[in-house]
């Protein structure tokens, strides 16, 4: 069952064409990853999802409802966390929630027991007094996820929610949202730069320039637009010339680009005395992401030049 | 629930926010100040000129320039704190908070009136404190106000802090940027004092700069401030003197208790019309701004 569709979905900022004729669904309990550099639209799709801006053509349906004239009901099924943190650095977490809470109409008996859920959901016992200014920024993440669930949604919208944390907090960020799917069968929709995140999604949409130039899953993906890789270990780069292909050093090892898992296949049968150590590895999301897009992604989310 | 919910939020961030807080006193601080360095001193000697000859007990004086100080402070106190305390709403739209407001389901108008009842009340709030204080402070250096004048400071302070809150809930709604709060803030702070005659009494002023003040609808609820705190002091100097009731006038001109309009006095009660016409203009200014581009965007959004 679909929870989200969208069909010809257009937002134009003058000549720029920010979202150009899209279309594309996402599965109930399905974790979406939506792909692309700074500026391929992402945002401006998640704005418009969420009722922030108006489209200029298309439509969306999240739930059965379309957001034109039922706004409201789709809000109360939508939960979203935003790149930077919208939470109220001198208020104590506990107000944070609650303020969030009561915008959904959740006061007096039911706020308690939601605020219960979730301070042993997201462990939370600690902090709930303390003003979030103080809190690190993992503690500060866990807390505007914990916000944005506030109202139990169907979805959970992290529209890169990622970028700018350290690796430890990116973990622990990841940790949180794979246990709410797993507990909760929720739906979460994902807007990133992250290749590493993207590939653990179920469904990977790459975006560029405003249009959809891939849907599928990553595998799809990875046996549509990369080969395969095979790695070998303690084996020279003149007993490898035999597979007559240029192999890539990598480190002590060298790497050899191959169709797919079948010819890759072949040449150990062909060729056992070369594998005596080796591991054979699907193709990266950063491949799958040059291929279609012609583009690399930098650490900060803005196009690389190669 | 929802509405006292984000009353209670936008209040907390002004108190628990020490740089918005103490932002929002300079004003006052700077009136305070100048008034302890040389204005109390300036406005008493003027008042011993204008009864040149007349033996005028201290504490009378003492109650006269007190007075006008606390007058002075209510006014720019209404007005500089609703600008400080409305910085919430421009800080949540700086931020993606507004934009986190909107991805739920309250509505633009609680939200509005959100910021709106919250800046009252912050503003209404302080000000009352001033407004205690400066009775004790009153009691001690020279009471002259009767049961009526309590009452009317009270009000006069409730219509200025809504004058102020609605003034400033209509600038702020157009501020997006750090830059732009800071220069209202300092705009508000330097100058609305001169402005509304908290600083130097308008009659002080050239005669142009003293009519172009005149249009300005606060410079009229500073004045039934100055009329309330000072009046009594006024009347008890002039009462046992011959042709009392002439120097009481023009004291009360000279002072800006009374105002003039192009030379014409404005009544007390034409003061209150004013004031309170102009809240309500600003009130349906604001409700105009804060509607208008919701309803334009509920149209637009979404259609195929």
Partial sequence: MNIIEIEHLKKYYGEVKAVDDISFTVKKGEFFAFLGVNGAGKSTTISILCGRQPADGGSVTIDGMSLDGHADEVKRRLGVVFQSSVLDAPLTVADNLKYRASLYGIHGEKWRAQLEKLTELFDLSELLRRPVGKLSGGQRRRVDIARALVHDPEILILDEPTTGLDPQTRQSVWSIVHRLRKEREMTVFLTTHYMEEAADADRVVILDGGKILADATPLELKNTYTGDYITFYGASEEELAVLGASVERVGEAFRLEVKNTAEATELVLKHPKLFRDYEITKGKMDDVFLRVTGKSIGATGAEEKR | ?304
Avoid at chain 2, 111 to 136: E, P
């Fill in chain 2, 1 to 304: 629930m929802t509405l006292k919910d984000l009353i209670v939020r936008n209040c907390k961030l002004y108190f628990k926010d020490k740089g918005l807080f103490f932002s929002s006193l300079i004003a006052p601080i700077i009136l305070f100040f100048l008034f302890v360095a040389f204005l109390g001193g300036v406005y008493k000697d003027s008042l011993l000129s204008v009864f040149e000859g007349v033996e005028i007990e201290s504490r009378l004086v003492n109650g006269f320039a007190g007075g006008w100080l606390m007058s002075s402070l209510l006014a720019v106190s209404a007005v500089s704190i609703a600008f400080t305390a409305n910085c919430v709403m421009v800080q949540d739209k700086m931020t993606d908070r507004y934009a986190d407001f909107c991805v739920s389901p309250v509505k633009h108008y609680q939200l509005a009136l959100g910021y709106y009842i919250a800046t009252a009340l912050v503003t209404l709030l302080v000000c009352s404190v001033a407004l205690v204080v400066g009775y004790i402070y009153l009691a001690i250096v020279g009471w002259y106000l009767t049961f009526t004048d309590v009452v009317l400071t009270i009000l006069d302070t409730v219509l200025l802090v809504l004058f102020g809150t609605s003034l400033s809930s209509i600038v702020c709604k157009f501020l997006k940027s750090q830059g732009g709060i800071t220069a209202v803030e300092v705009i508000v702070s330097a100058a609305y004092g001169f402005l509304c005659g908290a600083y130097m009494p308008i009659a002080s002023l050239a005669d142009a700069i003293g009519k172009t003040l005149s249009f300005l609808p606060g410079t009229y609820g500073t004045s039934l401030l100055h009329e309330h705190f000072m009046g009594g002091a006024i009347d008890e100097i002039c009462s046992g003197l011959a042709g009392g009731d002439v120097y009481a006038q023009r004291t009360r001109e000279g002072f800006d208790c009374v105002i003039s309009f192009f030379d014409n006095a404005v009544p007390e009660w034409a003061c209150y019309l004013i004031i309170s016409i102009t809240v309500v203009l600003l009130i349906g200014l604001y409700i105009l701004l804060v509607a208008s581009p919701w309803k334009k965007r509920s149209k637009k959004v979404h259609s195929s």
